[in-house]
């Protein structure tokens, strides 16, 4: 590859909006195997396709996680869920990874901690094929599903850490979202009902019956519904609390189950 064609890449990429057109260059470069594909893959970023779609993964906690047109892209931010429960997580631990997406918190959290025992749940096909695999190597479970009706009823009572980063942008909101989001991710992992807290209300009611007496339950959220959130958690019998990174503007929801 010339560096003629290297900065006819980037300029191309200028042109169409890529603010970090040079490092997407490079990656695009590294990526393809022919000078066809390269063309293609530019052609697409060009036209707004998510750098990830064209690349075919993303990084996330220093993973390359695969990632295809039809699942949610994980954010950085969710980096800090990940974070949260590794420090409650123990080797052995049986952790669910609810609305599990493209599987990379599971995944993450297996890396990290060693052996754990991990089920990945998602009601979308598309991404329990992705998930599974992202989790396969870590000898982790998916299961296609609504939410806990997908999980074994063995399971009921045994659950560690339940780590949720559940569709969260109310319904209104979703025409606010940057455009690579709104037109190329599943609507599915992005509406979360008209508060953005439906599917949060879901996972916490039913958590004390799954979770293991000490277990816990972390849900991603935004700062301006970390109060609601945090109210959805008590009211069903969780010690809750509220964990905060402005760095990576990212808020979770920490709730333990005391149950015995």
């Known amino acids: 590859m010339d560096d003629q064609t290297e900065e006819s890449i980037i300029q191309r990429l200028r042109t169409s909006g890529c603010v970090f057109a040079k490092e997407e260059a490079l990656l695009l470069i590294s990526e393809a195997r022919t000078l066809d594909d390269l063309k293609k893959m530019v052609e697409l970023r060009a036209g707004g396709t998510p750098l990830e779609h064209v690349i075919g993964y993303t990084e996330f906690c220093g993973l390359r996680i695969k ?80 939410l806990y009706k997908a999980l074994p009823y063995s399971l009921r009572g045994r659950i560690n850490i339940i780590v949720s980063n559940a569709p969260y942008v109310p319904t209104g909101a979703i025409k606010l979202l940057p455009r690579e989001a709104r037109l190329y991710e599943p609507m599915l992992a992005l509406d979360g009902g008209k508060d953005g807290l439906d599917l949060q209300r879901i996972v916490a009611k039913e958590a004390p019956l799954w979770l293991a007496p000490g277990g816990h339950l972390l849900v991603e959220t935004s700062e301006q519904q970390a109060s609601q959130t945090l109210d959805i958690f008590s009211s069903i019998g969780l010690i809750a609390k509220v964990a905060r990174n402005d760095d990576l503007d990212a808020t979770v929801i920490i709730g333990t189950n005391l149950g015995t």
């Open 67 to 146: 990632i295809n047109s039809e699942v949610f892209v994980p954010r950085q931010r969710t980096e800090f869920l990940v974070r949260q429960a590794e420090t409650l997580t123990c080797l052995g631990d049986l952790v669910v990874d609810m609305c599990c997406g493209s599987g990379a918190v599971g995944a993450a959290l297996a890396a990290t901690i060693g052996q754990i025992v991990l089920y990945s749940v998602d009601i979308a096909p598309a991404s329990v094929r992705c998930a599974s695999s992202n989790i396969s190597a870590f000898g982790g479970r998916v299961f296609q599903g609504d």
